[in-house]
């Protein structure tokens, strides 16, 4: 009996890693999380490249007249994301067209931006970088400005062992930084992790039903996103008449596209949607509880979610609440540093 119980062990021990290797699951705070799909952390110089990195983010001298830093328009303690603005803001005062999103779990992301343009993170930095409406600041003229930097120049050493300042190494440790940004102790993980005296109220628990039931589909727990690209029921601003994931594609399948965002720390990532029309946490819910299923922009998931009461929707709204982490907002290493 005993070697029968060791026998079904081994296997069961066996079966439990492979499936684990299959998923490539990691675990964070004892938690299994997907695998990152960029990860920076075992690359030499780690934390010279994550310093450097954090300097550019927040050094206005990536724009070409030296008004305008990453940090402008994704701020830290907002979950990096833009709240004062509808639309991101470039030089010269210059509006852009979509709302800037917020820059969380970045690591797990096979994509970038609303449409998915980009697919390494080095990549979409370049992007509004050398955007006309938003920095305006060719690469190779940034190259020539820091290379007159002293203090760059060090920092380009420690992190790259040269001092010869180039595209690459500037996004390389520009992508190191915002991969960085790892939110992972809101009072969901908490609960989660069964930390103890963490616990959801009776307001919070309905809200976490209600979440499983209408938006885990798309939101997947624990990164609160499946990366996909959806249709959301938002009729086409007039002003932008932005067609989202077509304008990648010219696919006319994915027209209106918009790539689903994270939940982590929704309630501090205001405006929300890609043009940023909801200033309102409860607005996006009330969106989506009032959906008209004969819109025909509209993806297959949405058309199953029935309308919430006014009861669910706060609940709803409660159990969102859980998913910010102010251990993450106010961490110092991710701020600015003189």
Not at 3 to 10: A, P, T
Not at 28 to 47: D, G, L, R, S
Not at 226 to 234: E, P, T
Not at 246 to 260: A, E, I, R, W
Request: charged share 20%; glycine share 4%; net charge positive.
């Amino acid at each position: 009996m005993r070697q029968y119980i060791l026998f079904v062990l081994f296997f069961f021990v066996l079966f439990s890693f492979s499936f684990l290797k299959k998923k490539e699951f990691v675990f964070i705070e004892n938690i299994p999380w997907p695998k990152p799909i960029h990860n920076y952390t075992q690359t030499p110089n780690y934390e010279a490249k994550f310093q450097l990195g954090r300097s550019l983010f927040y050094d206005p001298l990536l724009s070409a007249d030296s008004t305008i830093s990453c940090s402008s328009c994704h701020l830290s303690f907002t979950g990096f994301a833009h709240v004062d603005h509808s639309l991101s803001h470039g030089i010269n005062g210059q509006i852009g067209n979509r709302n800037a999103p917020a820059l969380i779990n970045l690591a797990w992301s096979p994509s970038f931006h609303w449409d998915g343009m980009f697919s390494s993170l080095e990549s979409q930095s370049l992007n509004p970088i050398e955007s006309p409406i938003e920095m305006n600041m060719p690469i190779s003229k940034l190259e020539k400005t820091l290379n007159l930097k002293n203090n760059y120049k060090t920092m380009f050493y420690n992190a790259f062992g040269d001092s010869v300042i180039d595209k690459e190494k500037i996004l390389n440790s520009l992508a190191v930084f915002v991969s960085a940004l790892v939110s992972k102790n809101s009072k969901y993980d908490k609960v989660m992790r069964k930390d103890k005296g963490v616990s959801f109220t009776d307001q919070e628990n309905r809200g976490y039903k209600i979440f499983q039931i209408a938006c885990a589909s798309c939101h997947q727990e624990p990164l609160f996103t499946n990366h996909s690209f959806k249709r959301n029921g938002l009729l086409v601003d007039s002003a932008l008449n932005d067609l989202g994931r077509y304008n990648v594609t010219n696919n006319p399948k994915d027209s209106l596209l918009f790539k689903v965002p994270t939940l982590r720390n929704i309630q501090y990532t205001f405006p929300y949607m890609h043009d940023g029309r909801f200033m309102r946490l409860k607005e996006v819910i009330k969106h989506y509880s009032n959906l008209s299923f004969k819109n025909i922009e509209l993806s297959k998931e949405l058309r199953k979610m029935k309308a919430l009461g006014e009861h669910e929707q706060k609940d709803l709204l409660s159990f969102l609440y859980t998913l910010s982490d102010k251990e993450f907002l106010f961490d110092k290493r991710f701020q600015f540093q003189r």
